[in-house]
């Protein structure tokens, strides 16, 4: 994940343009300043994103440690397969019920069907999220 | 000639399977392995010989022991049990190939080749921690659940069924006072509705659970007796579809096994309508290590009908 804050100590707004941020600010861009700009301004949006689904992405995985009663020792991470950490098809719908509780969401079976990983069901729970809310993320 | 004929230097460790007839007509058998008695690693080494390389990579990427050996019992289970069943000539269960239906449900890919005839048979696999089952019909689409009829659920039992069953269950269920019976009488439904979606082979989002309902019928007096009060081997499993009620999914026969003391099994299978639909369906049941042992358990203790008319 980039680490905007060394570029910016300011916080991000949503009306962020990249001449707010003088050039000799920025020390350690190695290539030209304007791709670094772009990709600084693209991966701040990114950033943001990504930290509410890092949030998503751990309580997901602490409702399936407790599903199927793993222990701490056991990593659970965006990527875990839920079949391969040992859920069978009661565990499946059991998780996605504790998501429903959890994130105040409903999940048609069709999605539910799809989901075979921690980060399908972050994933899933962010847009539906978005749906409910009707909010558009940064532009 | 044909390349998948058992040649006789196909593994010096492996004494040949047991050769068996396919079932018949409305005749299901199921196989099923205790992995807990499975404990020569090499054994399970010539069962991974057995995998595709790509089934043995889903196997190492199980999290755990466990786990990596259920999965590899489930394949050798899967792969032992289809080659057993002559036809032409013996199969090589290494050398079986499976694909997914459109729907993603697991079915064997005959190769066409001249003069084979692949067999027209259906299984279905299912397994919990202990127990690992595989249940084999031809002409018909055929579904297994089985689940440890210990089994809890995290999440209270009537929440989850007006989650996801049909308001008859609901109904069914929450009539139920005592919460251990209850709780016995979820698991039963759960491997049958399980096992119905299983045999269609559609996917879960083409049956949700709330669309069908199971019922225990009473077949000499027609009326609905609930579950607690008498299922008695003359009661008939039901399935309806709320789709069309006036229709229930009559081409769909259900049976409720207790296995081995210690799981409930759950089978549904599709009539076969040429075989005719009133006789009744039979059930031959193995306990298997593949290449080790197989026992005929039907009839004995180890299988117990709950439920719908089947013969063993």
Redesign the interface.
Known sequence: MASFTLFNPTPLSTSFKHTQVPLIGISNVKSGSFASLTMYRRSSQFCISCAAKAETVDKVCEIVRKQLALSDESSVSGDSKFSALGADSLDTVEIVMGLEEEFGISVEEESAQSISTVQDAADLIQKLKEDNNGAAYLE | MNIRCFQRNFSAAFPPLVPLQLPSPMETHLWYILPDEVKNSALLNQYSELLSPCERESVS????D??KKRALLARALVRTTIARYQTNCQMNPRSLRFRKNLYGKPEVEWRNEDNFNPPPLHFNIS???AMIACGVTVNVPIGIDI?EKQ?R???NIIA?AQ??FSPYEVKVLTAISDPEVQRQEFIKL?TLK?AYVKALGK???AV?FKTFTIRFRDTTMRNFHPPESSVSEESDIVVESSEDPTDPANNWRCALLEVAGSHYGAICMEKDRIAGENAPPKLTVWKTVPFVEDVCVSGTDAVLVLGGIIEQ
């Open positions: 990427r199980m999290r755990g466990q786990l397994h919990t921690s689940e089994r659920t995290k999440n989850f989650r996801y759960w399980e996917g879960f989002s949700p």
